[in-house]
């Protein structure tokens, strides 16, 4: 059974950072796409950052483009969000999701895998 299990999420000032990690026991993690998503309580789930297979191609949200930075390390089959200079709005539960393909996509759709959450809040 294929697991996503996100972490580092907490509490942290307005303007400070934070790093994300997502660990996957998927055995084709390095053929597979994968993305963060966010939810804001009583909101809809939107899509964050993804990043292809092979790392060479990144997306982002415009909300988060020049704060926020993804990355993989597939021999650890693990992703991450850097994120910088967080603002308020930046509150809210964060998901990974993982699809079987390598193409990138913003999508909800299109991811097969699903993390549980981490909570992120911004405080001001």
């Known amino acids: 059974q294929v697991q996503l299990v996100e972490s580092g999420g907490g509490l942290v000032q307005a303007g400070g950072s934070l790093r994300l990690s997502c660990t996957a026991s998927l055995r084709t993690f390095s053929s597979s796409a994968v993305a963060w998503f966010r939810q804001v309580l009583g909101k809809e789930r939107e899509f964050v950052a993804t990043i292809s297979a092979s790392g060479g191609i990144t997306n982002y949200a415009d909300s988060v483009k020049g704060r926020f930075t993804i990355s993989r390390d597939n021999a650890k089959n693990t992703l991450y969000l850097q994120m910088n200079s967080l603002k308020p709005e930046d509150t809210a539960v964060y998901y990974c999701?993982?699809?079987?393909?390598?193409?990138?996509?913003?999508?909800?759709?299109?991811?097969?895998?699903w993390g549980q959450g981490t909570q992120v809040t911004v405080s001001s």
């Open positions: 999701a993982a699809r079987r393909r390598v193409f990138a996509t913003a999508l909800q759709s299109d991811y097969d895998y």
